[in-house]
């Protein structure tokens, strides 16, 4: 079965502060990627995603992420955080063949202190 | 405004007893999702469905039940048989589109105790 691993739990950073978020996956086949952000008290919102193409793949709010297929990485990246990017982080992977299955990780929780 | 809408917010139940948590979407998505997310678990799929009147069991659908009467509506029932039902669930919806992934889209959520 599928499994999606994030590496930290909790990450605390100060503003300004490069941030990355590792992931993991375990399917070796094709797969479409994605991660997800929850702000405090609001919608599970969609981040970013990659489906295929250009492996280095941009979303919103300056976020970015790559896909490594050797790896089975699909890591988190922004160059510099802010007070408002405090959240929780869920990196999720949908395996191909599989039109509804989504396997999420447990979630890193983001703080950003001003 | 369209979208998914969970109610109510908050939930409070006694031990025992069964309750139903409603999902809405006006977005005219075949698809519809529930999963539970738990502290420090992410989130986990109960049922879901890909057309109105069928539906099949996720990864952890002990203890849920849901129908789909409506393509707008995909109630989740649970059960008194559930043995940890104190959680938040989220309620999602997609397009569904050949054998394509389609993004999920997600409701606000309802956040169930059991006392």
């Known amino acids: 079965a599928q499994s999606v691993s994030q590496h930290n739990h909790h990450v605390i950073l100060s503003e300004a502060a490069s941030l990355e978020l590792g992931c993991n996956y375990s399917y070796g086949g094709t797969v479409n990627l994605f991660w997800y952000v929850q702000y405090p008290g609001q919608h599970l919102q969609l981040l970013l995603k990659y489906f295929s193409g250009d492996p280095l793949v941009k979303g919103i709010k300056g976020f970015e992420a790559e896909f490594i297929k050797s790896k089975f990485s699909f890591n988190l990246r922004k160059p510099s955080v802010q007070w408002s990017d405090t959240a929780e982080y869920f990196c999720?992977?949908?395996?191909?063949?599989?039109?509804?299955?989504?396997?999420f990780g447990k979630g890193t929780l983001l703080t950003v202190n001003p | 405004d369209g979208g998914i809408t969970q109610s109510p917010k908050y939930l409070f139940r006694k031990e025992g007893q069964n309750v139903t948590l409603s999902c809405e979407q006006n977005l005219n998505h075949d698809a519809m999702y529930w999963y539970r997310q738990d502290p420090g678990q992410g989130l986990r799929l109960i049922y879901y469905s890909q057309i109105v009147n069928d539906f099949q069991k996720g990864d952890i659908a002990e203890g849920y039940s849901v129908s789909r009467e409506k393509k707008e509506s995909f109630p989740l029932t649970v059960t008194s048989a559930q043995k940890n039902p104190t959680a938040f669930y989220l309620c999602?919806?997609?397009?569904?589109?050949?054998?394509?992934?389609?993004?999920?889209?997600f409701g606000p959520g309802t956040r169930l105790t059991v006392l």
């Open positions: 999720a992977v949908n395996s191909g063949g599989s039109n509804y299955k989504l396997t």
């Open positions: 999602a919806s997609s397009i569904v589109q050949g054998v394509s992934y389609n993004e999920q889209f």
